[in-house]
């Protein structure tokens, strides 16, 4: 499986996302985010994921404009918030996000939450803004099976991709494998759950055998089973110790022996608790 930092899935509709992106959770909007997006960019990654959640999409503007690179090169995602659901909402949250990250469309604009009532209101407002140009894909985030099925029942479009909390903790392999059938291109949350997994002894192991880090371990268990991975750091030798990823294969059993690891543990909230 030869691969590299900017090789892309395409999506359903044809649009191409690059693999392997950087999450900016939990930076601050000044100088941290923008010097992490920065140096990013120099190692060479296109993909930035924010949310308006996250607070800090002027910071990852800046950066954008600040690096030069051409806006087409570049892969952005951002994600409207619980409170901000609503088909009128969306619209105008959509406007403020863009206006943020100082750009005049998005590559993804996902539903960060499956709020309830509220969220086939907000598909309908994504799907019109897919419509009129103004996102190149439009999907949803920690979305279960049942709220896949109840959305696709009314959908014009169907969510191109499924961002959800995924990591040797947590597999997730129902909605996984849902995606998979529906053509939905999952991707990665927490993919190095948030560092606490790296002591894992199967991790470990297979770290020394292959002269990498538990970490690139989860990332390349991720990119070998066709998941799209987002790992955050504000560290650059981090950055790119989580690019390198390229040289090295799992082989079937050893993917099996990370499946194995799953224990249904989450980071975050469970998708049917938001919002209540
Ligand atoms: N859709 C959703 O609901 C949702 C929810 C959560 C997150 N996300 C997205 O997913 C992205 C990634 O998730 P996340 O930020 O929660 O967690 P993560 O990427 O699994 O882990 C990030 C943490 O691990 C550390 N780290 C990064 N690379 C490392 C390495 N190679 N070795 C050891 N530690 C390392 C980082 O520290 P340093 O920064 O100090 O290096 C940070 O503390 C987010 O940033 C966000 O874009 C989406």
Redesign the pocket.
Known sequence: MRMSLTDTTTLSNGVKMPWVGL????MDSGEEVVNAVRSALDLGYRHL??ASFYDNEEGVGQAIKESGLPREELFITT?VWNDEQGYEETLEAFNRSITKLGVDYLDLYLI??PIQGKYKDTWKALEKLYKDGKIKAIGV??FLTHHLEDLLNEAEIKPMVN?I?L?PELYQKETVDYCKQQDIQVEA???????NY?DNPVLQELAEEYNK?P?QIILRWDLQQGIVT??????KE?QQ??ADLFDFELKDNEVEKINGLNKNNRL?PHPDEIGK
């Open positions: 999450g900016v959770y939990k994921d924010t994600k960060h939450w985030s920690n961002q909390e990591h949350w927490s993919p190095i759950g948030r560092g790296l880090t970490a987002i790992p955050k750091s504000t560290h981090r110790e989580n975050g």
